[in-house]
């Protein structure tokens, strides 16, 4: 069954330091991959999103993502968090079949120190 | 442009209650969904619609029904409500699954 994989439930991070949250997926093909934020409260926000071509996508908010076909990862980046990066983010991938679904990861809450 | 909104926003009901979540998009997308959120477990989707006219099972549909009203409405409804359907309660809509999914703010919903 297709599913994907967000090993940390948690992360912390110094303001200014790099940050990277792992995500990892199980499907058949290649498939459509985006990274969502959710700050407190609210709903759900489009960060980046992978279909093809580039292996690397650039997004909002300086984060970018590298699609590895080898590892079925699609880890998400930030070279340098600010304090308002605090927010849960959220893997996802899109089936490529008639269900139109997307299947969420179950977030990696991150915690920005000062 | 609003984008997706939702109505309400909180909502406390009694076991046994009935209500319906409201599910509006002026981006004139086809596809609407529902999912619910709860700790830890990501989003996990209910109902979605392909296009006007047509509704399909998620991975959660127990309890709950939809009604596709027309292009731009999508509404759940909880016949009777359950403290297991205690929960965020998400709506969303795209053009074509291959696009991005653009989210309401969220119903909290709690189930006594």
């Known amino acids: 069954a297709q599913s994907v994989t967000q090993p940390d439930i948690h992360i912390t991070v110094s303001e200014g330091a790099s940050l990277e949250l792992r995500c990892n997926y199980s499907?058949?093909?290649?498939?459509?991959l985006f990274w969502y934020v959710q700050s407190p409260g609210q709903g759900l926000q489009l960060l980046l999103k992978y279909f093809s071509g580039d292996t690397l996508v650039q997004g909002i908010k300086g984060f970018e993502a590298e699609f590895k076909r080898s590892q079925s990862s699609f880890n998400l980046r930030k070279p340098s968090v600010h304090w308002s990066d605090a927010a849960e983010y959220f893997c996802a991938v899109a089936l490529m079949d008639s269900s139109y679904k997307l299947i969420f990861g179950s977030g990696t809450r991150l915690l920005v120190r000062p | 442009n609003a984008g997706v909104t939702q109505t309400p926003k909180f909502q406390v009901l009694k076991t046994g209650q009935s209500m319906t979540l409201q599910c509006a998009q002026d981006m004139n997308h086809n596809s609407m969904y529902w999912y619910r959120q709860d700790p830890g477990m990501g989003l996990r989707l209910i109902y979605y619609?392909?296009?006007?006219?047509?509704?399909d099972k998620g991975e959660v549909p127990n309890g709950y029904n939809v009604s596709r009203l027309n292009k731009r409405e999508f509404s759940l409804r909880l016949e009777s409500a359950a403290p297991s359907q205690t929960s965020v309660y998400f709506c969303a809509s795209n053009q074509v699954v291959s696009e991005t999914q653009y989210f309401g703010p969220g119903t909290r919903l709690l189930v006594l």
């Open positions: 619609s392909a296009s006007e006219g047509t509704t």
């Open positions: 499907y058949g093909a290649t498939p459509y």
